[in-house]
C-alpha cells in the first residue's frame, strides 16, 4: 500500500496516465496529474481519486515548456506536502515515413520524452527521501520495432533508458529508485484495439491480444511499492509478449 505517499503522473488526464493515478489512488496515495489541453477530462479523474478519499490534484503544464514542470513539481509539494513518486508518462505518438520527418518534429519528440522526463526527474529528486520512486513510460518499440515509420517515436524512447540507469545511480546511494516500463499495444484513444492497425498489431504479440491500460497501472504500481525496493536501473516489458 502507499498509504501516506505524494505521487506526481505526468499526462494523467486519459489513457495509461489515468489509469496509473487511479491505481496509485486506491493504494492510498494523494495523487497529482498535469495535462496539456484536456482540462476538463483532467478535473474528472481528480473527482474519481477524491472518491477514493485520498488528495488528487490537477495541474496545467506543456511537456515542452520545463518551466511549467518544474511548478507543477514545486506545485505539488507545497500542496501536498511533499513529493514521493513520479511517474514520467506524457508523450506523443510520431507516426510516418522517415523521409517526412522534420527538425521540428525531432525536438518535440526529444522535448516531450527525453528532456521533460529529466528535467522533472532532476525536480523531484530534489524533494526526494529513502523510498523515493522514479518510474518513467516508454515504449516496447524500444526493444522490437514491428514496422515502419517508427524511427523518431523508438528514438526517443530509447532516451529514456539511458536517463534510468543514470538516476539509478546518481541516486541510488540516497535509497530512490529508478525504473523504465515499456508498454505494448493498448487498448487507448491513441490507439483503439479495435481500430484499423489492431489486428496487425495483435498479430505481433504472443498473446494474440492488446494490453489494458491497466496492466500497465499494475506494473507501475508494484515499482511504486515497498516490495520493489530492490529494482532500480530497469526496463519491464509488458506487451502481451510482442517483443518474446
Not at 511549467?68 to 513520479?86: K, N, P, R
Not at 489492431?198 to 505481433?204: H, N, T, V
Request: hydrophobic letters at 45%; aromatic letters at 2%; glycine letters at 12%.
Amino acid at each position: 500500500m502507499l498509504n501516506g505517499r505524494v505521487v506526481l503522473v505526468t499526462g494523467g488526464s486519459r489513457g495509461i496516465g489515468a489509469a496509473i493515478a487511479r491505481r496509485l489512488a486506491g493504494e492510498g496515495a494523494d495523487v497529482a496529474i498535469t495535462y496539456a489541453h484536456a482540462a476538463e477530462r483532467a478535473t474528472a479523474v481528480v473527482t474519481e481519486i477524491e472518491a477514493m478519499g485520498v488528495r488528487g490534484l490537477a495541474l496545467p503544464a506543456e511537456a515542452t515548456d520545463a518551466a511549467a514542470l518544474i511548478e507543477a513539481v514545486e506545485h505539488t509539494v507545497a500542496t501536498l506536502g511533499g513529493l514521493d513518486i513520479l511517474i514520467n508518462n506524457a508523450g506523443i505518438a510520431p507516426y510516418g515515413p522517415l523521409e517526412d520527418v522534420t527538425l521540428a518534429d525531432v525536438d518535440r519528440a526529444l522535448a516531450i520524452h527525453a528532456r521533460a522526463s529529466f528535467v522533472l526527474a532532476q525536480a523531484a529528486a530534489r524533494h526526494m527521501g529513502d523510498g523515493g520512486r522514479i518510474i518513467s513510460i516508454g515504449s516496447s518499440l524500444v526493444e522490437r520495432v514491428t514496422s515502419p515509420g517508427w524511427t523518431l517515436y523508438s528514438m526517443s524512447k530509447s532516451a529514456l533508458i539511458g536517463l534510468t540507469k543514470g538516476l539509478a545511480r546518481d541516486l541510488g546511494p540516497r535509497g530512490i529508485t529508478a525504473n523504465l516500463v515499456h508498454p505494448g499495444s493498448t487498448d487507448t484513444e491513441m490507439n483503439p484495439a479495435d481500430g484499423p492497425d489492431a489486428p496487425a498489431e495483435r498479430s505481433y504479440t504472443a498473446l494474440d491480444r492488446y494490453c489494458d491500460p491497466d496492466d500497465i497501472a499494475a506494473t507501475v504500481a508494484h515499482l511504486a511499492g515497498p516490495g520493489a525496493r530492490n529494482i532500480t536501473g530497469a526496463s519491464i516489458v509488458v506487451d502481451a509478449g510482442t517483443t518474446a
